[in-house]
Each structure stands twice: as structure tokens, then as C-alpha cells.
């Protein structure tokens, strides 16, 4: 699995609007110089910490450390430009002499189309999902794994009752 932690946090950060000084302040007195390592890449955040911006973004772990999250209207343009390109804004031409009623037709017809293939776009969001349960369960059920966990929420426990 790709590790996608740096680029999803700046996004997260762009989309939200928040300063990485900012955030660094949010997620438990965090240095500004630690969050750009994170979002540069250079620097792994504790898992802690990941936990933390998990929960501020409302985003789960495994999308937030290895899926790959854009901006909304970006996933909108690459859905259009890969189902219909022809409603693409890339082979867009708006001719000058285009009156109100005629864009008003295209943007409506754009819908329609864009409402038919919604079910489609639903079942490959619920068939990647279904997926992504599935790896989940296949690697909590790896033999080690069980020690794994509890060493790491022992980990965990020993940080709380530090800052405590």
C-alpha cells in the first residue's frame, strides 16, 4: 500500500484553510517545524499524532495513511473527463454567440447524463470499499498481528499516562 500521509495532509490542510502553525497548535502542541516535516515527507509522525489529525479531519486511518484524497471538484473533473469526455471542460468550446437558454440546455443535459451513471459510480465506490473491508480483515487476521496491536495500544497507554 502506497504510505500517501504527506500529500493527504496538505490537501487536508489546503481545504480546510489552516496554517500549519495552526494545526501544529491543534494537534496537542505539535512544532510548526514537525508538521512540515510531516507534510513534506521527511519526518514519519508518531502514530499518536496520526490518531489525532485523523480525528480533527473526521477521516478514517487507512484513507488518511494510503488513499489518495483530492480536492472535490477535482474528482469531479477527472469523473467527467473519464466517462464523458465530450461534457469534459477540456473539449468545452463556448461560442460567443451561445445564448442563455442553449447553456442552460447543455448544463441540463450534463446533469441527466451525470445522473444515469450515478447507481455505476455508486456500486465502484461500494465494490472499493467492500475491498478495502476485506484487506482490513485479512491483515487483522495474520498470525502476530494480535501482539502487534497490543504492544502498540500498550505504547499508547504508556504515552496517555505520560501526559497525564
Known amino acids: 500500500m502506497p504510505y500517501n500521509l504527506p500529500s493527504n495532509l496538505k490537501k487536508l490542510l489546503s481545504i480546510r484553510n489552516v496554517k500549519q502553525s495552526d494545526f501544529g497548535k491543534v494537534i496537542a502542541n505539535t512544532s510548526p517545524g514537525s508538521v512540515s516535516g510531516w507534510v513534506n515527507g521527511t519526518?514519519?509522525?508518531?502514530?499518536?499524532?496520526?490518531l489525532l489529525m485523523c480525528k480533527y479531519f473526521e477521516i478514517n486511518l487507512t484513507d488518511f495513511v494510503t488513499g489518495e484524497i483530492g480536492f472535490p471538484s477535482q474528482q469531479y473533473d477527472r469523473f467527467v473527463e473519464?466517462?464523458?469526455?465530450?461534457?469534459?471542460?477540456?473539449?468545452?468550446?463556448?461560442?460567443?454567440?451561445?445564448n442563455k437558454d442553449q447553456i442552460i440546455a447543455m448544463l441540463q443535459k450534463q446533469i441527466l447524463t451525470l445522473e444515469e451513471d450515478f447507481p455505476?459510480?455508486?456500486?465502484?465506490?461500494?465494490?472499493?470499499?467492500?475491498e478495502k473491508v476485506d484487506e482490513i480483515y485479512n491483515m487483522l487476521h495474520k498470525e502476530g498481528f494480535e501482539s502487534r496491536l497490543g504492544e502498540n495500544v500498550g505504547d499508547l497507554n504508556q504515552l496517555k499516562s505520560k501526559k497525564s
Open 43 to 50: 519526518v514519519k509522525p508518531p502514530i499518536d499524532k496520526i
Open 120 to 130: 455505476k459510480v455508486m456500486n465502484t465506490t461500494l465494490a472499493s470499499t467492500i
Open 82 to 98: 473519464e466517462n464523458h469526455p465530450e461534457l469534459s471542460n477540456k473539449n468545452s468550446k463556448v461560442d460567443p454567440g451561445v
